[in-house]
């Protein structure tokens, strides 16, 4: 695990797509999660329709791939405090909670909206809304929508993270800026292993986190715009 960039000390991150382990381990969720996201996308959004991009482009094989799949676990004071944090260079972000809300306090997520002016007179504005996240849920949106998320306050709070962009899938072991061609980053792929072997039907804190996960994609979603 690393600490995420621009985050607390209290707030690690675990690259799950690191040699294709979350899609080898995990098949199933792994075609239901982008399925979610397919489905989400053409209910709210339709960025594929819109950018013709819904087939494999003939050159260079660009569409709506994993670019990551993290497991996040924020302790307490871990936290994201910057409200203008957004998903750079990923198009669709899914969001999975694995932790039951009884299990830790704070750490609640809010997106960066813009209100405009009542009858367009005078300045728009911008408000934090915080948006009910529990065990189970998948909250869905476009991967620039400014987010943040509040002080843990008590127990660990648990997050599977998936980024989807227009590139090749990745099995590097970071969060990859490099759309096509070989990336040179090289993974701790025992480490990896290891990780996989604790957390697959494990339970933390009475929690089968990948089985809440599993869940989560079989629920209805909450998008955002």
């Not at 409200?83 to 990923?90: I, Q, R, T």
């Not at 306050?153 to 980024?163: H, I, N, S």
């Not at 980053?185 to 929690?207: A, H, N, R, W, Y």
Request: proline share 3%.
């Amino acid at each position: 695990m690393r600490r995420w960039e621009g985050s607390s000390p209290r707030w690690t991150v675990a690259f799950l797509h690191t040699d294709g382990h979350f899609l080898k381990v995990l098949p199933d969720l792994a075609m239901r999660m982008e399925q979610l996201v397919r489905q989400t996308d053409a209910k709210n959004w339709r960025l594929l329709e819109h950018s013709g991009r819904t087939e494999p482009d003939a050159e260079t094989g660009s569409q709506l791939r994993l670019r990551c799949c993290e497991y996040h676990r924020m302790m307490e004071g871990g936290h994201l405090g910057d409200v203008h944090h957004h998903d750079e260079g990923s198009v669709i972000t899914l969001d999975i909670m694995l932790t039951p809300s009884g299990s830790y306090e704070g750490g609640e997520l809010s997106t960066l909206e813009r209100l405009e002016p009542a009858n367009g007179a005078g300045e728009a504005s911008e408000v934090l809304t915080q948006h009910q996240f529990e065990q189970g849920d998948a909250l869905l949106f476009v991967s620039h929508k400014y987010h943040c998320v509040a002080p843990v306050t008590k127990g660990t709070r648990q997050v599977l993270v998936a980024e989807y962009w227009w590139g090749e899938q990745r099995e590097c072991g970071h969060r990859c800026d490099q759309h096509w061609g070989r990336c040179e980053f090289t993974p701790d792929s025992e480490k990896m292993d290891m990780f996989f072997d604790e957390l697959v039907g494990s339970t933390e804190g009475g929690i089968d986190v990948m089985a809440a996960a599993a869940a989560a994609a079989d629920d209805d979603d909450d998008s955002e715009d």
